[in-house]
């Protein structure tokens, strides 16, 4: 076994589209996260929570539902299970053998610490590391499955999603009515059995999902305008439950069936950038010609059922299949730049983004923290939804700007260095 079968992949031996798709993805998480950065949680799906729904707030907020939401995490997430694809393959032919596995779950596991530091510590309680590793955990048996075999399972899995989202969505509606006739019999003095007030309590969090009451709003607002420490012990409680409990169906149905698509896509030869040119076009214009009226459709039901909880189950019946289907367009249009050598200099900068993904996701959460807390700037709930966006273009000029002047002097991003150190049991070296 050769020193290099165990060694970080080198700087010639990258692929430059990926790099440039992680870039670009690393970027679009922002433009999600941000209002949860900013403002109420609730104001992420529900913008009369907070942050406006009138004018450019209402435009900001269209934009986002219908071209956005879910996309970005859906190209990080199939860029991740191509990532270990690359990795593996890599190492098993220069001769790693069981090496291949020993790094790959040292890795995993270095990055699900990284995860809990991130969200316990860091304060980000929609941070992905955490999650990702405990797939990545998952995803080693099956990254030798042949292409065709990991896109049917992950299309299967995305409809076995959808079936479950729908079951609930008629269940949402029972609860509802029988919250309703409860709520009446308790009015009329009646006493209520144990559905009934299991029926009120489920309504009652369904509505609070999307709907903060004042109290829980003055709770997140007092959350972010104390101390660190206050802060930290304040979220430990919704991030733990955020992270692990609701684990289970993130990775089955979120992030896995992406990864999977990512590793099977990988290896047909899409994710290269080595298709012809028509193909990825055509990607794009079937990926939007079915995504975007389906988004727009949600868009509808959301509005006309003005933001309750029955609105957003059911347009969540075909949140699966409108996401995929940007997911889809989203890869075409940036590969059919890439493929055209179009933005060559924007191309480069989003590259190196894409090579310190891992250190610029955490310099995205320092930033958002250092604005919007109370040992901060103590910004939150000042900006209007679509001012925060001016927020989002800041930090990435900042990302565009500071990854390639790093990477002009650097081997690594410092969390990228401090990772493949921790994972080889090496210090790697730094400069170039």
Known sequence: MSDTAVAPVAKAARVQSLDVLRGISLLGILMMNITAFGLLGQAYSNPLADGGAEGWNKVAYDVIQVGFEGTMRGIF??????????????????????MAAEIHFRRMLWMMLFG?????????????????????????????????????????????AAAITGYKANALVETQAVAQMAEQAKAAGQKLNHEQEEAIKGWGEAMEHYTPSPEAAAGQRALHSG?????????????????????????????????????????????????????????????????????????????????????????????????????????????????????????????????????????????????????????????????LYLVVAAIWLAELVWSPLWLARFRFGPMEWLWRSLTYWERQPMKL
Request: proline share 3%; with cysteine; aromatic share 16%.
């Open 77 to 98: 997430s199939l860029l991740f299970g191509a990532g270990i694809v690359l990795m593996t393959d890599r190492m098993e032919r220069a001769g790693a053998g069981i």
């Open 116 to 160: 809990v530091i991130h969200w316990a510590l860091l304060l980000w309680y929609g941070e992905i590391l955490f999650a990702y590793s405990l797939c990545g955990l998952v995803l080693f048996a099956p990254r030798k499955l042949p292409a065709k075999t990991q896109i049917i399972a992950a299309l299967l899995l995305l409809a076995c």
């Open 227 to 387: 101390s660190w420490w206050q802060a930290v012990t304040g979220q430990w409680e919704f991030s733990y439950e955020f992270q692990w409990t609701t684990a289970p169906y993130w990775l089955l149905f979120d992030m896995i069936p992406f990864m999977l698509l990512g590793m099977g896509l990988l290896k047909l030869g899409y994710l290269g950038g080595g298709k012809p040119v028509r193909t990825y076009v055509t990607m794009m214009l079937a990926g939007y010609a079915i995504g975007l009226p389906l988004g727009w459709y949600e868009l509808q039901h959301i509005y006309a059922g003005q933001f309750s909880p029955i609105a957003f189950s059911e347009a969540d019946r075909t949140y699966q299949f409108s996401r995929l289907a940007m997911v889809i367009g989203h890869l075409g249009l940036a590969l059919t730049v890439i493929r055209l050598g179009w933005l060559r200099g924007l191309q480069r900068a989003l590259a190196t983004v894409g090579q310190m993904a891992l250190s610029n996701y955490i310099a995205q959460t320092l930033i958002c923290t250092a604005l919007f807390f109370g040992f901060g700037f103590g910004l939150y709930g000042h900006f209007e939804r679509h001012q």
